[in-house]
């Protein structure tokens, strides 16, 4: 079993919905992470977390420290959020541990 | 101006080769990284190293070393390529060494053939 599990693993939307992608992660942790991987295979920081809330844009990162879950939202998806959305913790080691990603496919 | 830069982005090479690719950061950060994508996607810590220390992780076979020359530099040599080295290398980095957002490279896709 994986330290940090995502679901779902895929994901496909119509243009406008709200999207959860939700990670749930097993071990101690200093800070979470939310990435993106573009088509193209770039990988970027959407948001870094250790309590609460975040939001930016249209994007909104949650996290449940005494639960170990944590949700990305996704308001008036669109196309261009098709993407691979990796959760991702800094643990004891100090290293990420990622999640397998979620690919979200958002329909005009 | 590019963050976090990668050469090459492309590598193919033939099994038992010898290879390096380069990673360099101009944001000032102290703490560099370098990741391996396999083939489904799934991202996984190779090392992470500052100017004190190297962390490695204990499933990365010592045919990958890091090299530093300075702190804005972090490359990585294989020896003896295998046909399981073939993924897309992420270099990546943050500022301190624990809990930091970090900056991702564009990635190197290596093929062993």
């Known amino acids: 079993k994986n330290e940090v599990e995502q679901s779902p693993q895929n994901l496909t939307a119509q243009e406008g919905e709200f999207i959860t992608i939700n990670c749930s992660y097993s071990?101690?942790?200093?800070?979470l992470h939310w990435l993106q991987q573009h088509p193209g295979g770039g990988i970027v920081s959407l948001f870094m977390?250790?309590?609460g809330k975040k939001k930016h844009g249209r994007l909104i990162a949650t996290i449940n420290i005494q639960e170990k879950h944590s949700s990305l939202h996704i308001t008036a998806s669109h196309p261009r959020d098709s993407a691979v959305y990796i959760c991702?913790?800094?643990?004891?080691?100090?290293?990420?541990?990622f999640g397998s990603g979620t690919q979200l496919t958002v329909l005009p | 101006d590019t963050a976090v830069s990668q050469t090459p982005k492309y590598l193919v090479t033939q099994m038992g080769n010898d290879k390096s690719i380069k990673c360099e950061q101009n944001?000032?950060?102290?703490?560099m990284y370098w990741y391996k994508q396999d083939s489904k996607k799934f991202l996984k810590i190779m090392f992470s190293?500052?100017?004190?220390?190297?962390?490695i992780n204990e499933t990365v076979p010592n045919r990958f070393s890091p090299k530093s020359p300075d702190k804005a530099h972090l490359n990585l040599h294989i020896n003896s390529l295998e046909l399981g080295d073939s993924a897309v290398y992420f270099c990546?980095?943050?500022?301190?060494?624990?809990?930091?957002?970090?900056?991702f490279g564009p990635g190197t896709r290596l093929t062993v053939t």
């Open positions: 990546a980095s943050s500022p301190g060494t624990s809990g930091r957002e970090q900056y």
């Open positions: 071990v101690g942790i200093s800070a």
């Open positions: 977390l250790s309590s």
């Open positions: 991702a913790v800094t643990g004891s080691a100090r290293q990420l541990t």
């Open positions: 944001l000032g950060h102290d703490t």
């Open positions: 190293y500052n100017n004190k220390e190297l962390i």
